[in-house]
């Protein structure tokens, strides 16, 4: 089975601070790919990263980084010197790989709020 | 540019009618998703088209539920005889390519609520 865990439920930072929010995974797929979404108040679901199991180097972009760890089966998100607009619900999602499938397992989302 | 609509954006039925949901997906994306959002939860996997063809269905679509995307280009979702527990956002997204080498775009949901 497959499950994504964000314990997180909600967070709530000052402007200027580094947060991070958690992710968790459960599979037993050997190749799966981890994504990042955020859902701002519009309700659209925004694509943020895409990691594949094989890759293990943490990836930065800008004030964002993803650090994935197969050992802890965690995949991390940080938002550098946060800022009001990162204020939305952010989601970490597995996509397992056996049969072809092309669904994606959603974890419930950590709400983050960044007050100026 | 126009991103993935769904319309309608809003409905409130009463339990026992049908409902149906309609998205339009960016233009010459092959690959068509439904979930289903209840409040504070993540976004649950119903069902998934390449073209025309239905590939995917979850568990969770249950008999009362079906989907279709006739000229794979649209898509509709219908609801029969709605339970309150069918109240919820339905997201649609679609994809030029393969979930693994491309990313999904979503629709801003239609949100039902049945009473």
């Known amino acids: 089975a497959q499950k994504v865990t964000q314990a997180q439920t909600e967070i709530s930072v000052v402007e200027k601070e580094d947060v991070t929010l958690d992710c968790v995974y459960e599979?037993?797929?050997?190749?799966?790919?981890l994504f990042w979404y955020k859902q701002p108040p519009s309700g659209e679901l925004v694509f943020l990263i895409r990691?594949?199991?094989?890759?293990?180097q943490n990836e930065i972009s800008g004030r964002y980084s993803w650090n994935f760890q197969k050992s802890t089966s965690s995949f991390n998100f940080t938002i550098t010197a946060s800022q009001v607009v990162d204020s939305a619900v952010y989601f970490c999602?597995?996509?397992?790989?056996?049969?072809?499938?092309?669904?994606?397992?959603f974890g419930k989302g950590t709400k983050l709020t960044v007050n100026p | 540019d126009t991103g993935v609509s769904q319309d309608p954006r809003h409905k409130i039925t009463k339990r026992g009618q049908n409902v149906t949901f309609r998205c339009d997906p960016i233009?010459?994306?092959?690959?068509l998703y439904w979930y289903r959002q209840t409040l504070g939860q993540g976004p649950e996997f119903l069902t998934y088209?390449?073209?025309?063809?239905?590939?995917?269905k979850s568990r969770l679509l249950s008999d009362r539920f079906s989907a279709e995307r006739p000229k794979g280009s649209f898509s509709t979702l219908e609801i029969q005889r709605t339970e309150q527990g069918d109240s919820a956002m339905y997201l649609c997204?679609?994809?030029?390519?393969?979930?693994?080498?491309?990313?999904?775009?979503f629709g801003e949901g239609s949100r039902l609520t049945v009473l």
């Open positions: 088209f390449q073209n025309e063809a239905q590939l995917e």
């Open positions: 999602a597995l996509s397992p790989t056996q049969g072809g499938s092309e669904k994606l397992v």
């Open positions: 997204a679609s994809s030029p390519g393969q979930l693994h080498t491309g990313e999904l775009f």
């Open positions: 990691r594949n199991s094989f890759d293990e």
């Open positions: 233009s010459e994306h092959n690959r």
């Open positions: 599979t037993r797929d050997t190749t799966y790919y």
